[in-house]
C-alpha cells in the first residue's frame, strides 16, 4: 500500500513538474503587459497613484520571478530525483 502512495506522489510530481512551467510561459505575457501599461498609467496618475502604481508593478514583477524560479528548482529536484531513481534501479 505504501508503495502505491510513493508512486502516486512521485507522478503527481512529475506532472506538475512538466505543467506548471507550460503555465509560467502563460502568463508571462500577461506580466510584459502589466510592464507596458505600468509606466503609462504612472504618467497619467496624479499624486501619490503614480508611485502606488509603480510599486504594484514591482511586487508583481518580483513575485512572478520568485514563483518562477521555485518552479524550475522543483523541477530540477524532480528531475535529479528521477535520475537517482534510475541509477538504482539498474543495479
Avoid: H, Y
Avoid at 13 to 25: E, L, R
Avoid at 32 to 50: K, M
Amino acid at each position: 500500500m505504501v508503495s502505491v502512495l510513493a508512486f502516486e506522489k512521485v507522478r503527481r510530481n512529475i506532472f506538475t513538474a512538466n505543467a506548471v512551467p507550460c503555465c509560467v510561459a502563460e502568463f508571462r505575457p500577461v506580466l510584459e503587459s502589466i510592464n507596458l501599461v505600468g509606466p503609462q498609467l504612472c504618467q497619467i496618475s496624479p499624486g501619490e497613484g503614480a508611485s502606488t502604481i509603480e510599486g504594484l508593478v514591482t511586487r508583481d514583477n518580483r513575485r512572478f520571478d520568485a514563483i518562477a524560479e521555485q518552479i524550475q528548482r522543483k523541477g530540477e529536484r524532480i528531475q535529479l530525483s528521477k535520475k537517482v531513481d534510475e541509477t538504482c534501479g539498474k543495479r
